[in-house]
């Protein structure tokens, strides 16, 4: 069986300069909300990543992780935003 991944094409979506504190809210959860399932699953902070163990070095806070990690977290929080606009929806600070 063949796996050709085809997610929403968010190419033509430009997102406006003031969702960026929105994208880095959204990139602290995203690492949140991963942290919380992991632990839940028992998992704890080790120096690298052992699955038989169920360590992972970034389970620490979103402010400790490395510049890569949070680009990821980004990066995932970004796309997200993306579809949501491609989908035909707005996105709005309420008041």
């Known amino acids: 069986m063949s796996y050709e991944p085809r997610p929403i094409d968010t190419s033509r979506?430009?997102?406006p300069e003031q969702l960026s504190d929105l994208t880095e809210q959204l990139s602290e959860n995203v690492h949140e909300v991963w942290a919380r399932q992991r632990i839940s699953d028992g998992w704890t902070r080790g120096p690298e990543r052992d699955d038989t163990s169920r360590k992972h070095?970034?389970?620490?806070?979103y402010?400790?992780?490395?510049?890569p990690e949070k680009e990821y977290d980004r990066s995932v929080a970004?796309?997200?935003?993306?579809?949501i606009v491609a989908l035909g929806y707005?996105?709005?600070k309420g008041g």
Do not use: D, F, G, Q
């Not at 070095?57 to 806070?61: A, E, K, Q, R, S």
């Not at 402010?63 to 510049?67: D, G, R, T, V």
């Not at 970004?78 to 579809?83: C, D, F």
């Open 13 to 15: 979506v430009i997102l």
């Open 63 to 67: 402010e400790e992780l490395s510049e």
């Open 90 to 92: 707005r996105i709005e």
């Open 78 to 83: 970004m796309e997200t935003l993306k579809a």
């Open 57 to 61: 070095p970034n389970l620490v806070p």
